[in-house]
């Protein structure tokens, strides 16, 4: 014999003809009327082949699918579905239930036989004493056969559940804290946990955070830092040490059932269920997730920590998308500073801000000395190299709070908040010594460039944004005037 099948159809004409035309091919062949006596025969032969029926009373073909392919005995026996029309509807629910393949009824019987030959040659057929024992582990289960089919439809309305649940948090993507929340809110009403933690790696910042949602827990800060480290350890193992572990910080996003709490002096060792869960898609780390709880056996192969892992891939896809999409916006492509219209946007916002608090706040402008000059000498490719290299440069030069952005052409300007002028000049200093120093080397040339620079800062005079600008434009022009490769500042 080739191999064991089973026909599972309530039209006998249908499972009659088969079943002659398979048994004269070669094959053992067993037919039952319908799902749930087919479903009770898989457990008595462990057939190497199924064939079903999509139509059929009290458990149709996806569901019979579902249950067999749920099921760690039985998952590995292919299932040939029967269809009496080729429609891609029923492909597709056919395949999201397990099936290995399709057949429509009415044509070739001998099509489906060489689709049958072609299975078992790819697959290992089981040995009269394998399935002897199968059957033998099969009989100590005592769920009946519709009761596993309720408990397969009852979670998968559960997993779509929790899938929609999670694709409605997309539209919070630009709202951080917001999207935190109502994950945290989600992640609670589905597991259980003492903390919980949520990351969403920013490629952009240098401090990486972890988010945290405790339960019945006091404050324990010493706990927290371990849970941050222990975190960090698993998702960033290449970067995560002790000289770089200021980078990784954790807040407390929320507290929950504080007043309840089960233990004042709780340990890490005191966890006896932990997972933690790198986010990761084409190798590039999205962020991760981490579950805590006192109680043992929990996150252990658990269907819904995958689904929830699943649905948080998609999320941080999409969040990285937005997040790229927004940098691309507001930054220039060539040398990855602020553009124009967003550094506008920022200045505005700064002005009025010092101007209501009287606040100080300081503006820089800087132009490469004889640009022109070293472009027609060395190409524009140099020059556009020389321009990159020297943003670095003066974004190494002032604080992360202060917006550097290229003005245009080789003009880049800088707002330092609340900073007034005696104080702008000391990192200014500092950046016009340290392009002095510099030496670009393209090819076999090595390069030196110095930049002129000017300095207004915000007084009691200046109650119009555009005067600020324009006083460091007049301060950049006199540097350029006396002599190039110096700073000068508006006094006025």
Not at 127 to 139: A, D, I, M, N, P
Not at 352 to 361: E, G, I, P, S, V
Not at 366 to 378: C, G, M, S
Request: proline fraction near 2%.
């Amino acid at each position: 014999m080739k191999g064991k099948i089973l026909i599972i159809d309530d039209s006998i004409t249908q499972a009659t003809t088969l079943k002659l035309a398979l048994v004269k091919a070669g094959f053992d062949v067993s037919v039952a009327k319908d799902g749930i006596e087919g479903i009770e025969l898989v457990y008595q032969l462990f057939p190497d082949i199924i064939i079903s029926d999509i139509i059929m009373p009290e458990i149709n073909g996806y569901q019979l699918c579902r249950v067999l392919k749920s099921d760690n005995l039985t998952k590995r026996i292919p299932i040939i579905l029967l269809t009496s029309q080729d429609e891609k509807i029923d492909r597709f629910w056919g395949i999201k239930a397990g099936a290995n393949s399709f057949f429509v009824k009415g044509n070739n019987i001998s099509s489906l036989i060489d689709e049958i030959n072609t299975i078992i040659s790819n697959t290992s057929l089981l040995s009269e004493t394998e399935r002897k024992r199968l059957v033998e582990r099969k009989k100590v289960e005592t769920t009946t056969i519709k009761t596993r089919v309720n408990q397969l439809l009852d979670q998968s309305l559960i997993e779509s559940t929790i899938t929609n649940e999670f694709r409605n948090l997309s539209e919070l993507i630009h709202d951080r804290d917001s999207l935190i929340k109502k994950l945290f809110q989600l992640l609670f009403s589905i597991l259980d946990y003492q903390i919980a933690g949520l990351y969403f790696n920013d490629h952009a910042g240098d401090k990486k955070l972890l988010s945290l949602s405790t339960n019945k827990l006091s404050e324990n800060e010493n706990l927290l830092i371990s849970v941050k480290n222990d975190f960090f350890q698993v998702v960033h193992p290449n970067i995560f040490n002790l000289e770089t572990s200021d980078q990784f910080e954790y807040e407390v996003f929320e507290e929950l059932n504080k007043e309840e709490t089960v233990n004042n002096s709780i340990s890490m060792n005191d966890f006896a269920s932990r997972i933690i869960i790198p986010i990761k898609f084409n190798n590039q780390v999205l962020g991760g997730l981490c579950l805590y709880d006192l109680s043992p056996n929990h996150y252990k192969e658990d269907q819904l920590i995958k689904l929830v892992v699943e649905e948080l891939v998609l999320l941080m896809r999409i969040l990285n998308l937005y997040v790229e999409t927004k940098i691309l916006a507001i930054t220039d492509g060539l040398t990855k500073l602020y553009n124009r219209r967003y550094f506008q946007d920022v200045y505005e916002r700064e002005f009025n801000r010092a101007l209501r608090y009287k606040l100080a706040l300081s503006v820089v402008m800087i132009d490469i000395d004889h640009f022109k000059k070293l472009n027609d000498t060395y190409g524009h490719q140099l020059g556009d190299y020389v321009l990159v290299q020297l943003s670095s440069i003066i974004k190494q030069n002032y604080r992360k709070s202060d917006c550097v952005a290229r003005y245009g052409g080789e003009e880049i300007i800088a707002i330092l908040t609340e900073t007034p002028l005696t104080k702008a000049e000391i990192p200014t200093k500092r950046l016009r010594e340290s392009i002095e120093k510099a030496i670009f080397k393209w090819g076999d040339n090595e390069i030196k460039v110095t930049v002129s620079i000017g300095i207004a800062s915000l007084n009691e005079n200046i109650k119009k944004d555009r005067e600020l600008i324009k006083f460091a434009d007049d301060a950049l022009y006199n540097a350029k005037k006396n002599g190039r490769n110096r700073i000068e500042i508006f006094d006025g």
